[in-house]
């Protein structure tokens, strides 16, 4: 069997996990002042993981550009 392409190097892509470990939680509770020291481990408050999203590009510019790049590139020629 071959190893899936995400799992192979660590550092690979950086995909947002909507599952975050303890150690994580807790971070992100730190950065945001509801988190301190003596806290218990146990019954963490929940923690909203934001998913990013790329816009995708018009069909138009999409177009614009490639016809650009025949222009120059016969242009150059």
């Known amino acids: 069997m071959t190893i899936d392409k995400s799992l192979k190097i660590k550092s690979g ?8 470990t303890r150690a994580e939680r807790i971070e992100r509770l730190k950065a945001v002042d509801r988190w301190q020291d003596g806290d218990s481990v146990m019954g963490l408050p929940k923690v909203r993981v934001q998913k990013t999203a790329l ?5 138009a510019k999409v ?9 120059t590139t016969t242009e150059g020629e």
């Open 13 to 20: 892509v950086q995909r947002s996990r909507n599952v975050l």
């Open 55 to 59: 816009k995708k590009k018009k069909k």
């Open 63 to 71: 177009e614009e550009e490639t016809t650009e790049e025949t222009t």
